[in-house]
């Protein structure tokens, strides 16, 4: 029994329609299930991701519009690390960024590998950053995506999690999850961070731990933040098996969702990050055709009944010029 690495990302925003327009249009992902949150059905909960929306390429968004702005702390994803192919791939992304007016920090060299790294923000602040994952990283790019298939994201590198301490959340990690302890590099403001690696390791599946003690806690994830990170299992089988490890050492784990594209359980790492597992299928293909993915408002069949009252309380996504993301 072995995870399989990230399967998604879910963050905050505060403007669906702005963030589509970034999402797909600068950063050239696919909108590929138009959804809402299933515990708040008056939000939309977009995923963005390669040509058929498979785990680990998807991005996910929750929105709510007035919750107010993130802000950093530990106990939190601080930052989301994307995959894509080589120098070249990087140097265009910044040339990208500078047409855009988006904010970012320039190539960086990390690590004992000398790995190639650009972090920058959306336009909400979210702190994101373009990894080389040296070709390792397998996705199907989106056929209409504004971004060269040579130059196109490729999927999830790694997560980075904010800690004051390390070693509580690095033995959850190797001893109940079975992750491996990996090296450590410094942040450009000299904060130490270790990375943990599961399943195959490298690309796609890294979790990278920063200690900030300097950091106060923060529980609350506002626009701008990350809210949770699911790890992949193959079938419901082994999900199940997940939970009854998970729940000998943290019993406050979910009891098994049925989230109809997936299954998931939920529950909190030690220093206070919300984690998932979720099964790789049955996909987003169950309920809508691969090639009008994320078209249309699509609600699991227990939702479905609700649709009117769903679909009213919702704020159309109109589009937006990205050219005007950033003032």
Same mark, same amino acid.
Do not use: C
């Given at each position: 029994?072995?995870?399989?690495g990230?399967?998604?990302v879910?963050?905050? $925003?505060g403007?669906?329609?702005r963030n589509?327009?970034f999402?797909?249009q600068i950063?050239g992902?696919?909108? $590929?299930?138009k959804?809402?949150n299933q515990?708040d059905?008056?939000?939309?909960?977009l995923?963005? +991701?390669d040509e058929?929306g498979r785990p680990?390429t998807?991005?996910t968004?929750f929105?709510w519009a007035?919750?107010g702005?993130?802000?950093q702390?530990?106990g939190?994803i601080s930052t989301i690390s994307?995959g894509?192919? +080589? &120098?070249?791939?990087l140097?265009w992304?910044v040339?990208?960024?500078?047409?855009?007016?988006?904010?970012?920090?320039?190539?960086?060299?990390?690590?004992?590998e000398?790995?190639? #790294?650009l972090p920058f923000?959306?336009?909400?602040?979210? &702190?994101?950053?373009l990894v080389?994952?040296?070709g390792?990283?397998e996705?199907?790019?989106?056929?209409?995506?504004p971004v060269?298939?040579?130059m196109?994201?490729?999927?999830?590198?790694?997560?980075r999690?904010?800690q004051?301490?390390?070693e509580?959340?690095a033995?959850f990690?190797?001893?109940? /999850?079975?992750?491996?302890?990996?090296?450590?590099?410094?942040t450009?403001?000299q904060?130490?961070v270790t990375i943990?690696?599961v399943?195959p390791?490298?690309?796609?599946?890294?979790?990278?731990?920063e200690l *900030?003690?300097?950091w106060?806690f *923060?529980?609350?994830?506002g626009t701008?933040g990350?809210h949770?990170?699911a790890f992949?299992?193959?079938?419901?089988?082994?999900?199940?098996?997940?939970r009854?490890?998970i729940?000998r #050492?943290n019993?406050t784990?979910?009891?098994?969702i049925?989230?109809f594209y997936?299954?998931s359980i939920y529950?909190r790492?030690p220093?206070?990050?919300?984690?998932?597992?979720?099964t790789?299928g049955p996909g987003?293909?169950?309920?809508?055709?691969?090639? $009008?993915?994320g078209?249309? /408002?699509?609600?699991?069949?227990?939702?479905e009944?609700?649709?009117?009252?769903?679909?009213?309380?919702? &704020?159309p996504?109109?589009?937006?010029d990205?050219k005007?993301?950033v003032?």
């Open positions: 029994m072995q995870l399989g990230i399967h998604h879910t963050a905050v $925003t403007n669906a329609s589509v327009a999402y797909t950063l992902m696919r909108l $590929t299930k959804t809402v515990d059905v008056s939000a939309y909960h995923f963005y +991701g058929l680990g998807d991005l968004f929105e007035d919750i702005p993130h802000r702390g530990v939190t994307l894509v192919t +080589g &120098r070249d791939a140097d992304w040339k990208r960024f500078n047409d855009f007016n988006i904010a970012h920090d320039g190539i960086q060299t990390r690590g004992a000398e790995r190639l #790294v923000r959306d336009p909400e602040g979210q &702190r994101l950053e080389d994952d040296a390792k990283l996705s199907t790019p989106w056929r209409r995506s060269p298939v040579e196109a994201i490729r999927g999830f590198y790694a997560v999690l904010a004051s301490r390390l509580p959340s033995r990690l190797t001893e109940v /999850l079975g992750f491996r302890r990996g090296d450590t590099y410094a450009p403001e904060s130490s943990f690696e399943g390791g490298g690309a796609g599946a890294e979790v990278h731990v *900030r003690p300097d106060p *923060r529980r609350f994830v701008g990350v949770h990170v992949r299992t193959p079938d419901e089988e082994e999900h199940r098996q997940w009854e490890q729940a #050492v019993p784990v979910t009891p098994v049925d989230r997936f299954r529950f790492e220093g206070g990050v919300l984690f998932e597992i979720a790789d987003f293909a169950v309920d809508e055709d691969v090639e $009008t993915l078209e249309r /408002l699509s609600l699991p069949p227990f939702l009944g609700e649709r009117q009252v769903i679909e009213a309380n919702l &704020r996504i109109t589009p937006v990205p005007v993301l003032k």
